[in-house]
């Protein structure tokens, strides 16, 4: 069989590490550009790569390049693909879209139209069409336009790869799953001494930690018990899905978890019911064993042993009245990480440079990494 072309879409910045993941799944042809991974393989790399990837968004399937002038000539070429040799009437669909640089400005109208083309089909052929469900369609469709050109893609992951199904409570400002990940990745804990998150908030970083460290692939979550017989991503919905290489995959991965690890893993906040979140959706990920959550200030850490990494996501708020809070927490904590933390690799997050200098200690690396919108840093401190 002939590889396949297929697309791992990733936030800005993090290309190169979904890459690396890539490469350690044995995919082929790995090429990384603005906004995600060109990459070859079977259909099995693609399954691989939904259970196993922990920081792209989304894994696409190709199946379509031309040119898109004009709304007309997008809905005329979407209309030539034969729908019903990659879907059933029965079957929900969505759209997403995004254009850019192009004379089509709207990714909605955009939208509109490759659906409007593939109902049309549908209709003509069979007096009846598929329906349309925006939240949890059977079948998303991709539709990258740039420059005048589509790239129309099949939607292999269904929902979102940061859509772990662990998290169903947050505090103010969690982080996104593939976002912790992509920390975890950066950091690069030899699963041996401390990983201490002292500002933990829901525990998705701990959480995202814990899961590497165990080699728990990330999509197992999705899928329930062995006996689910919801689908949980895209590709599962595709005709010719393959379900013995499926479950032998999902075998091997539950096969693969590591009973113990040397390392401990420990998640402080100051709220309560931080510690409570962060505390229910470890259990809701099976780690509850695996991460201790304590109630405490920063500024009382004194870190166990001598040896391990500290990492955390410091508040970064906009009001003033809070800068001013911040700036002496950011500065406090600097001094605690100083004075009691000798032998630690400390790792900070935030989205406020400004603060970050209130730290006060001289920085070993920095990474540059997106919130959203927000241009964030990832700071790495060695502490002698
Ligand atoms: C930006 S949030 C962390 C979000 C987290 N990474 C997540 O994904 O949910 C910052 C956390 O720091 C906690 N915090 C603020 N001041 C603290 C302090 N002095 N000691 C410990 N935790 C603190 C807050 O309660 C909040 O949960």
């Keep these: 069989?002939?590889?396949?072309?297929?697309?791992?879409?990733?936030?800005?910045?993090?290309?190169?590490?979904?890459?690396?993941?890539?490469?350690?799944?044995?995919?082929?042809?790995?090429?990384?550009?603005?906004?995600?991974?060109?990459?070859?393989?079977?259909?099995?790399?693609?399954?691989?790569?939904?259970?196993?990837?922990?920081?792209?968004?989304?894994?696409?399937?190709?199946?379509?390049?031309?040119?898109?002038?004009?709304?007309?000539?997008?809905?005329?070429?979407?209309?030539?693909?034969?729908?019903?040799?990659?879907?059933?009437?029965?079957?929900?669909?969505?759209?997403?879209?995004?254009?850019?640089?192009?004379r089509i400005t709207h990714s909605r109208y955009a939208a509109l139209k490759i659906k409007d083309a593939i109902v049309d089909q549908f209709r003509a052929r069979t007096s009846r069409r598929p329906n349309v469900d925006l939240r949890r369609p059977d079948f998303r469709i991709n539709a990258h336009i740039t420059k005048d050109r589509c790239v129309l893609s099949l939607d292999a992951s269904g929902d979102r790869l940061h859509l772990r199904s662990y998290r169903r409570q947050a505090t103010e400002a969690p982080l996104r799953e593939t976002l912790a990940?992509?920390?975890?990745?950066?950091?690069?804990?030899?699963n041996e001494g401390m990983f201490i998150d002292p500002m933990c908030g829901s525990g998705t970083i701990i959480i995202e930690a814990a899961l590497k460290a165990i080699n728990y692939a990330p999509g197992l979550l999705r899928c329930g018990d062995a006996s689910s017989r919801e689908s949980?991503?895209?590709?599962?919905?595709?005709?010719?899905?393959?379900?013995?290489?499926?479950?032998?995959?999902?075998?091997?991965?539950?096969?693969?978890?590591?009973?113990?690890?040397?390392?401990?893993?420990?998640?402080?906040?100051?709220?309560r019911e931080a510690?409570?979140?962060?505390?229910?959706?470890?259990?809701?990920?099976?780690?509850?064993?695996?991460?201790?959550?304590?109630?405490?200030?920063?500024?009382?850490?004194?870190?166990?042993?001598?040896?391990?990494?500290?990492?955390?996501?410091?508040?970064?708020?906009?009001r003033t009245g809070e800068l001013e809070e911040l700036k002496s927490l950011y500065k406090s904590f600097g001094d605690?990480?100083?004075?009691?933390?000798?032998?630690?690799?400390?790792?900070?997050?935030?989205g406020n440079l400004k603060l970050a200098k209130f730290i006060g200690l001289r920085t070993a690396r920095r990474f540059t990494l997106y919130n959203g919108p927000i241009e964030c840093r990832l700071l790495k401190y060695e502490l002698f």
Aim: proline content about 5%.
């Design 1 to 102: 069989m002939p590889n396949t072309h297929f697309f791992a879409t990733a936030a800005k910045g993090t290309e190169p590490i979904v890459a690396k993941e890539l490469e350690c799944l044995h995919a082929q042809n790995i090429r990384a550009t603005t906004g995600g991974v060109h990459f070859e393989g079977s259909m099995e790399t693609l399954y691989r790569a939904n259970l196993w990837l922990r920081t792209a968004n989304r894994l696409l399937m190709p199946i379509a390049e031309f040119p898109c002038p004009t709304p007309q000539a997008l809905y005329e070429h979407v209309r030539q693909i034969r729908w019903n040799d990659w879907m059933t009437l029965r079957q929900t669909l969505a759209v997403d879209c995004n254009c850019r640089d192009s």
């Design 181 to 190: 990940a992509t920390i975890v990745e950066l950091v690069g804990w030899d």
């Design 232 to 271: 949980s991503f895209g590709f599962q919905r595709w005709p010719g899905f393959d379900r013995k290489l499926w479950g032998r995959l999902i075998a091997e991965a539950r096969d693969s978890i590591r009973e113990k690890i040397p390392g401990r893993l420990l998640g402080y906040d100051i709220s």
């Design 275 to 318: 510690i409570q979140i962060a505390s229910q959706n470890a259990k809701m990920a099976g780690l509850e064993k695996r991460i201790r959550f304590e109630r405490g200030n920063v500024l009382n850490l004194y870190p166990r042993g001598n040896r391990g990494v500290i990492v955390c996501n410091l508040p970064y708020g906009e």
């Design 336 to 350: 605690v990480l100083k004075q009691r933390c000798t032998g630690y690799t400390a790792y900070l997050f935030t």
